[in-house]
């Protein structure tokens, strides 16, 4: 499974960087990404690190956000910049051995990392 750490509670303007690593997954995942998803909302894709290394970005973070793998395999990074209250979410890692994951259908996913940006 994928485990995330480094969610945590900022102001405003403030910045996080959670990771995620897979555990107990031998094959590749090509694909990494972050969804995020608040109780009682909808699931809202927020940016995924193609198997060749194309990162695509939600506009509503596109700028601020960065996302990358490291050099540990399966493992990636979320960058979060100009955090905004709006941004308050649980964060949760996706994956899958697929070049593109934004389709969720069969991804492996983390327990979840909360984000909490205070104004």
């Known amino acids: 499974h994928l485990m995330e750490s480094g969610g945590g509670s900022v102001q405003s303007g403030g910045f996080l960087r959670p990771s995620c690593a897979a555990t107990?997954?031998?094959?590749?995942?090509?694909?990494m990404g972050w969804f995020r998803h608040a109780p009682g909302q909808e699931r809202e894709w927020v940016t995924t690190?193609?198997?060749?290394?194309?990162?695509d970005y939600a506009n509503s973070v596109r700028g601020r956000f960065a996302a990358s793998k490291t050099g540990t395999k399966n493992s990636v990074v979320l960058q979060m910049n100009s955090l905004k209250p709006e941004d308050t979410d649980m964060y949760y890692c996706?994956?899958?051995?697929?070049?593109?994951?934004?389709?969720?259908?069969?991804?492996?996913w983390g327990q979840g990392t909360q984000v909490t940006v205070s104004s």
């Open positions: 996706t994956a899958d051995d697929r070049d593109l994951c934004r389709d969720p259908t069969d991804n492996v």
């Open positions: 107990g997954i031998t094959w590749t995942l090509n694909c």
């Open positions: 690190v193609s198997g060749v290394g194309n990162v």
